[in-house]
């Protein structure tokens, strides 16, 4: 905290319009937790719908769309039979490994475990 106290208090910079888009994107509900999952390799609709206590398929199909038109997942058919799609993610979404690994370390260092869960 010292640090913080040291630096004199001034006027604020407007906010990046990176992190602006990257917040439109990423800081909608359910979204972080769908590209987590994603993470550890391509998953189904149904087994990414069961990784993610809560969601529901709607929301789930919604966040999918959201991220396939950005660029960061892509969306592969199986004919079947029975037809399924998978998801996986692309050269773009893959990148973002270590800003998600840097927000797992943040988290295991700062939030409390036993806290109350944002839902």
Avoid at 13 to 30: C, H, I, N, P, Q
Avoid at 93 to 105: K, N, T
């Amino acid at each position: 905290m010292e640090e913080l106290e040291d630096r004199a208090v001034g006027p604020c910079r407007e906010v990046d319009s990176g992190m602006t888009r990257v917040f439109a994107l990423l800081g909608k509900r359910w979204t972080g937790l769908v590209v987590a999952v994603l993470m550890q390799h391509p998953v189904h609709f149904t087994e990414l719908r069961r990784a993610i206590p809560g969601i529901s398929e709607r929301m789930l199909s919604d966040r999918l769309s959201e991220l396939v038109a950005a660029g960061l997942v892509a969306r592969e058919v199986d004919e079947g039979p029975p037809l399924r799609v998978a998801y996986r993610l692309t050269e773009a979404g893959v990148a973002l490994r270590p800003a998600f690994e840097a927000l797992d370390l943040w988290a295991r260092n700062h939030l409390s475990i036993t806290g109350p869960a944002v839902q």
